[in-house]
Structure formats: C-alpha cells, structure tokens
C-alpha cells in the first residue's frame, strides 16, 4: 500500500514540475459580438455572423496562408502561443437598449476581452458607452454615423468610412458627372428613417448641397421599419428633385422601390446611403427594378481586378452563407481581422495593451479586400486611410463601380430610364 502511495505521489510530482513550461494549450480569445440577429435586419447580422466565421478560419488555421491577409500564415496567434480566438455573439435586435444590456453581459458574464459591432450606429452608440465605461476597447467596422468618433473617447476604433468620407463622394460623383455630361443639377431631395444614421445622414447631405449650390426642394423624415411609404413619395414626386438621396435600411428600401414603381416616382438620379440599398436581399426582391439606383458603399465585388484575392475569398464566403460579399460583409470581415492583428501583436488579453495595439496599427492596402489605402486610426479612433466608391445598379440589378472614374467598371446612366420606358 505504501508503495502504490509512494509511486503515485511520485506521478503527481512529476506531472505538476517535470513537465516542460509552454506545453499547456493557451486560453481561447473570446470576442463579444453584438449585432441584429432577428428583426427587421437580421440579414444583416447573419451575413456578418458568416464574415466573422470565415475571419475565425482564416486566423485559426493555416488553409489560407497563401492569402496576403493578416495572421493567415500562422495558426492561431502567434504572440499568445497559438491561442484560437472565438466569438460569442449576441443578438440586439436593432434595440439600442438592448445592445446596451447585451454589452455589459459580454463583458461581465462572458468574460470577452473586446466588443465588436453593432451595424446599427443607434446600437453601437449605446453599446459603446458600457466598453467606455468599463474600460473595455470596441472595435466598429460598419456604422457610420460621424459622431460616433467625436465623443472623445479612448477605447472606441472604426475602420471604415463615416458618412461624411461617403457622402463628399456622392457628392463629387455629381460633380464630375456634371463636368463630364455638360448638365445641371440644381435640386436636391432627401428621404431619412428617423434614427442616428439618417439624421446624420440627412444633416451631411443638406450641409454638401448648400456648398454644391443645389436648393433641397424636399426633406423627408420617416419612422423606421414603416409599413407605407406612400405619402412620402407623393411628396417626393411633387418636388420634382433633379437627384433624390434615401437613407434607409433594408425593409424600408425595399417598399421605397416599390411605392416608387407603383407612383411613377422618376427622378433622374438615385444617390442612396448605402445600407438597405446594398444588402443582398434588396437586390433579392427589387431585382431589375434597382436598375439606376446608385450608392455610396466601401466595397464591389467588380473591383476584383485591383484585388486579385477578392474571387477566392468571395468563393469561401459564398459556400457559408449562399451570398457574395456586400459592402456590409466585406467590412465586417476586415474589421474583424484588424481587431485580431491587433490583438496579436498585444501579446495580451489585457484590455490596456489591446487598446495600445490598436493606437499603432498600421495595415497596408494590400491585406485588405476593401479599396483603401490602408487602416492605421488617429487620435479619435477613426480609420484615416478609408476610401468610398459609388456603384450603380445596371444590367437587371447587378451592381457595378461607377466612381471615381479611373476605377470604374460602367459608366453612370443618366438620366434613369422612366418607369414606363423600361422593359
């Protein structure tokens, strides 16, 4: 008996003090996301949940390391002695309360080492005041609402374009198509949900148009997620606008497309505000009726031929959700993998030393799938080297790059056909 006692307390010893230090698997790095998971734009979530997915393969495994992408060469990171890093997502519903809620339980309950979300600025403006609070770094890859950046807070970083960056390029899509065309756009017209976005959306639009010199004949709030939309184009169509600028998320940009059709509604030019009008089930619905919209957006599938590695990862995106990537998506995905080089190069899960990471992160263009020039953040948290594009709807509903000009891939229709003159 005593050498049975003897021998097994000499397996514990050797066990707990022979073995070699390192050895043990590292702790997995878990991010808390928070994004609409149901709700009037669940797509929208689930087509990041399936971004951040494919972000997760690429940064815990090595299948991808041909890939000029950042941690696709190692299996995990590095820097935690290979930890996988996880994702723990939370569903806000488009509820800024309850982002709030879901932000405080990620970090006290689920123990996340950073935030990221939440697609809604509404959402990430709530959010982001917990991570804020608690000290916690939020990083944002979609929400674009400019104020966002300009609470002067420390531990919040975006990494793409606020509505500004998009709008000043809407706006300079005009103005070149006026120089080019030898036409004049004297009218304006905005149409807005009645949120963070579209206010601030609105405000910007009606700010570059008094400096363009257009007059806006027309502005037009409306309550999110609205069930009709007809006494607002009614309006829209009795301001008769030379080009018509809507905010809107999916559902609204669908039944604004339909009451349009159904009211005659022609104006010569669509400039929409991204969101509703580049998610995939837009297109879904309205098909060719989208012909002629353009958008503002961060990203285009047509801009391959400067992205060469866009048509694989495009392809292992498509195999998980069904869909390719939008601009909502392919933000998402490089957001997430900002967040995770910077993580790495940490060194540590410790909230401080992510947040030192993040101030000195400087990825070049090359690892992104997005047309910019890099990610690198000032002092407000806010990616400088962002860029916009516009793209327009052509050719029954696919969209193309139409702006800047030395990038596009059609060149804009204009004016839009009418209604009743399209096939």
């Not at 101030?359 to 992104?368: C, D, M, N, Y």
């Given at each position: 008996?005593?050498?049975?006692?003897?021998?097994?307390?000499?397996?514990?010893?050797?066990?707990?003090?022979?073995?070699?230090?390192?050895?043990?698997?590292?702790?997995?790095?878990?991010?808390?996301?928070?994004?609409?998971?149901?709700?009037?734009?669940?797509?929208?979530?689930?087509?990041?949940?399936?971004?951040?997915?494919?972000?997760?393969?690429?940064?815990?495994?090595?299948?991808?390391?041909?890939?000029?992408?950042?941690?696709?060469?190692?299996?995990?990171?590095?820097?935690?002695?290979?930890?996988?890093?996880?994702?723990?997502?939370?569903?806000?519903?488009?509820?800024?309360?309850?982002?709030?809620?879901?932000?405080?339980?990620?970090?006290?309950?689920?123990?996340?080492?950073?935030?990221?979300?939440?697609?809604?600025?509404?959402?990430?403006?709530?959010?982001?005041?917990?991570?804020?609070?608690?000290?916690?770094?939020?990083?944002?890859?979609?929400?674009?609402?400019?104020?966002?950046?300009?609470?002067?807070?420390?531990?919040?970083?975006?990494?793409?374009?606020?509505?500004?960056?998009?709008?000043?390029?809407?706006?300079?899509?005009?103005?070149?198509?006026?120089?080019?065309?030898?036409?004049?756009i004297k009218t304006i017209a905005v149409m807005y949900e009645d949120t963070l976005y579209g206010k601030d959306s609105s405000r910007i639009e009606k700010e570059l148009a008094e400096k363009a010199g257009y007059k806006v004949v027309a502005d037009i709030p409306y309550?999110?997620?609205?069930?009709?939309?007809?006494?607002?184009?009614?309006?829209?169509?009795?301001?008769?606008?030379?080009?018509?600028?809507?905010?809107?998320?999916a559902s609204d940009a669908i039944l604004l497309s339909k009451s349009s059709k159904d009211l005659d509604f022609n104006p010569p030019i669509i400039m929409a505000q991204n969101a509703g009008h580049t998610d995939p089930s837009f297109i879904e619905?309205?098909?060719?009726?989208?012909?002629?919209?353009?958008?503002?957006?961060?990203?285009?599938?047509?801009?391959?031929?400067?992205?060469?590695?866009?048509?694989?990862?495009?392809?292992?995106?498509?195999?998980?959700?069904?869909?390719?990537?939008?601009?909502?998506?392919?933000?998402?995905?490089?957001?997430?993998?900002?967040?995770?080089?910077?993580?790495?190069?940490?060194?540590?899960?410790?909230?401080?030393?992510?947040?030192?990471?993040?101030?000195?992160?400087?990825?070049?263009?090359?690892?992104?799938?997005?047309?910019?020039?890099?990610?690198?953040?000032?002092?407000?948290?806010?990616?400088?080297?962002?860029?916009?594009?516009?793209?327009?709807?052509?050719?029954?509903?696919?969209?193309?790059?139409?702006?800047?000009?030395?990038?596009?891939?059609?060149?804009?229709?204009?004016?839009?056909?009418?209604?009743?003159?399209?096939?």
């Amino acid at each position: 008996m005593k050498k049975g006692l003897l021998y097994g307390s000499l397996i514990i010893f050797t066990l707990l003090f022979l073995t070699p230090l390192g050895t043990a698997p590292a702790a997995d790095v878990k991010i808390g996301v928070i994004y609409p998971m149901s709700g009037p734009t669940a797509q929208a979530g689930l087509d990041d949940k399936h971004a951040i997915e494919l972000a997760l393969d690429i940064i815990n495994t090595t299948k991808y390391k041909h890939l000029n992408l950042p941690l696709a060469k190692a299996e995990g990171l590095p820097k935690l002695k290979g930890a996988k890093m996880t994702a723990t997502i939370a569903d806000h519903q488009g509820k800024p309360d309850l982002g709030l809620s879901e932000a405080e339980r990620l970090i006290t309950q689920e123990k996340a080492v950073a935030l990221f979300g939440c697609y809604h600025s509404s959402v990430t403006e709530t959010a982001s005041m917990v991570a804020e609070r608690m000290k916690m770094p939020f990083f944002n890859a979609e929400s674009s609402s400019p104020k966002l950046t300009r609470r002067g807070f420390k531990w919040f970083f975006r990494s793409s374009p606020h509505d500004e960056v998009f709008s000043e390029a809407m706006f300079q899509l005009l103005k070149d198509l006026e120089k080019e065309r030898g036409i004049k756009i004297k009218t304006i017209a905005v149409m807005y949900e009645d949120t963070l976005y579209g206010k601030d959306s609105s405000r910007i639009e009606k700010e570059l148009a008094e400096k363009a010199g257009y007059k806006v004949v027309a502005d037009i709030p409306y309550r999110r997620a609205a069930t009709s939309l007809i006494s607002e184009v009614q309006k829209l169509k009795a301001a008769n606008p030379d080009v018509f600028f809507p905010t809107s998320y999916a559902s609204d940009a669908i039944l604004l497309s339909k009451s349009s059709k159904d009211l005659d509604f022609n104006p010569p030019i669509i400039m929409a505000q991204n969101a509703g009008h580049t998610d995939p089930s837009f297109i879904e619905v309205v098909g060719k009726d989208a012909d002629g919209i353009c958008s503002r957006t961060e990203f285009s599938l047509d801009l391959v031929k400067h992205k060469p590695m866009l048509t694989e990862l495009n392809d292992l995106y498509k195999k998980r959700s069904g869909r390719d990537f939008s601009g909502t998506s392919a933000r998402c995905f490089v957001g997430f993998l900002v967040l995770a080089e910077a993580i790495n190069r940490a060194g540590s899960t410790a909230p401080e030393a992510i947040r030192d990471a993040l101030t000195k992160t400087h990825i070049p263009a090359e690892q992104l799938i997005t047309p910019w020039r890099g990610v690198k953040f000032d002092e407000t948290g806010q990616n400088i080297l962002v860029d916009a594009i516009v793209i327009q709807y052509q050719d029954g509903g696919k969209p193309y790059t139409v702006w800047p000009f030395n990038l596009a891939t059609k060149k804009v229709v204009y004016p839009i056909p009418k209604w009743s003159e399209r096939k």
